[in-house]
């Protein structure tokens, strides 16, 4: 064809694994990389047993809030629909083409019940033998399997995989994978309820929807021999195949939604913005040529080369995810940035506060979205704090050289009319040298004075203009109350 096409092709049974995206946004990739090329989105739920509720809308609301547009798929068709496994199994699409496999040499009708293949593998365990099924099946003419069911008995279809030789293919990534065919297990094709294998369904709908491109993890290498045996007996032209590198937990655990790893979901509710996340995983397992580190999803394309893709698995780093955040959020412009944080925001902001003077504090020190309320709680609520923290090596300061400063500022403050922060600053800054201190020995002592908080976004003359000239010396009245009591 004279199209890149790639598919993401997940199965609904559960949340959006980090792994699982990085699949998807790494087809996609490939695909938009040519001008023509299609990403297609088809649903794989032949395993009825692990279908989980909702998922599917999971699914779709991912991709949309990763951008990440499908051109094909189950909610905006296409013309090599339908998109979703079990509707195709309706049609009779695999049963037709395992029926011509079988015709063709490279699968068989299997009548044998899970005891006989438990007893073979026994048997072969016991001479310290890696398993592998020899079906007495094979033998069957295709006439003799056909009378058996007929008459009521039940089966599957089996590959039907050479006994000597060797099947070979070339991954972008790991190169020449040569495999003996006698180390290959012949796999179940159709199951006993009609059902395709993930191992024959994929097979035959990338073919009938023109895949070009196969990008999916590398845990399916081993069974790629396998497939590629389907498509030679079908005299088809097999895809190009990009098999990705696991992404770990840590150097010997992959991320796994079984053991309860963070998904897309979880992160973006810690509050963790869509494209940093698809910035970061991008790079899990990917190395750019330059060395840019944030990039638009429109960035990525342009960038993005198979060739530049490690075979080792890469450690989901989650202090890197938060600096990626971080720089998406610094990067934004303040209007935009007030937008998204006010429902952050006011959750413990009720006051009329100024929001706009609020984000702009915030935008160089917040990192994740969720920091925000516990940030400025202060400003609706003037929290206790202990003297202890008026103690500070590096700005010089004790409750004494403190207690002197807020008593120059709240005299000096009493009498500002303009409550400009820019006058503010102005004044507040005549007074160090006024006291014969330090800035910090100043400003320091005032922040805490009129915040409480040993850390906040912004310091002491952003957040006074932030309260108000009444609320900023109300706390500082109490503050040196505090302090006088104890000085």
């Known amino acids: 064809m004279s199209e890149i096409r790639t598919r993401f092709a997940p199965s609904p049974t559960g949340y959006m694994h980090i792994g699982n995206l990085r699949t998807a946004l790494w087809a996609y990739l490939v695909a938009k990389k040519d001008p023509n090329g299609k990403f297609l989105l088809r649903i794989e739920d032949t395993d009825q047993g692990r279908l989980v509720e909702g998922a599917t809308d999971i699914i779709y609301e991912t991709l949309k809030q990763c951008r990440l547009q499908h051109d094909e798929g189950p909610d905006i068709g296409g013309p090599v ?8 199994v309706r049609s009779g699409i695999y049963m037709k083409y395992a029926k011509e496999l079988i015709r063709r040499g490279g699968a068989h009708y299997c009548f044998c019940d899970s005891e006989m293949i438990a007893a073979q593998k026994e048997i072969q365990e016991a001479r310290h033998e890696s398993f592998k ?16 069911i007929a008459a009521g008995e039940s089966f599957v279809i089996r590959q039907t995989i050479p006994t000597s030789g060797t099947t070979s293919f070339d991954d972008e990534v790991f190169g020449r994978v040569t495999v003996s065919n006698d180390t290959l297990d012949e796999s179940i094709l159709i199951k006993s309820d009609g059902f395709p294998t993930y191992n024959f369904a994929n097979v035959i709908d990338d073919h009938l929807m023109g895949i070009t491109d196969v990008v999916r993890g590398m845990e399916y290498l081993s069974s790629t021999p396998k497939y590629n045996l389907i498509y030679e007996a079908f005299e088809w032209e097999i895809p190009r195949y990009i098999h990705c590198p696991p992404v770990m937990k840590d150097e010997r655990n992959k991320l796994s939604k079984r053991n309860g790893d963070a998904s897309f979901q979880d992160l973006v509710d810690k509050g963790y913005l869509p494209e940093a996340i698809l910035n ?6 990917w190395s750019p040529e330059t060395e840019q580190e944030i990039y638009t999803l429109e960035e990525l394309v342009q960038a993005f080369n198979v060739k530049h893709i490690g075979k080792d698995g890469a450690i989901f780093d989650p202090v890197k995810l938060k600096s990626i955040n971080a720089q998406w959020l610094r990067n934004m412009d303040l209007d935009s940035y007030e937008a998204l944080i006010r429902p952050y925001v006011d959750q413990t902001v009720h006051g009329d506060f100024d929001r706009k003077a609020i984000a702009k504090i915030l935008q160089p020190r917040a990192s994740v979205l969720n920091e925000i309320p516990e940030m400025v709680d202060f400003f609706d609520t003037f929290p206790a704090y202990d003297n202890e923290l008026y103690k500070n090596k590096k700005m010089k300061t004790d409750e004494a050289v403190s207690l002197k400063s807020l008593q120059a500022a709240r005299e000096l403050l009493e009498h500002v009319d303009d409550w400009s922060e820019t006058n503010l600053h102005d004044r507040l800054m005549e007074l160090p040298e006024k006291l014969q201190m330090k800035n910090g020995q100043v400003l320091f002592p005032l922040r805490l004075a009129v915040s409480g908080k040993q850390f906040t976004p912004g310091g002491a003359i952003e957040i006074a203009a932030i309260l108000g000239k009444e609320e900023t010396l109300r706390r500082l009245d109490l503050s040196i109350a505090q302090l006088s009591a104890a000085v």
Do not use: F, H, N, W
């Open 81 to 88: 629909g339908p998109y979703v496994q079990s509707e195709r």
């Open 133 to 148: 099924y020899d079906d007495p099946c094979k033998s069957l003419t295709i006439e003799e399997a056909e009378a058996r």
């Open 280 to 285: 970061y995983i991008a790079m899990l397992g």
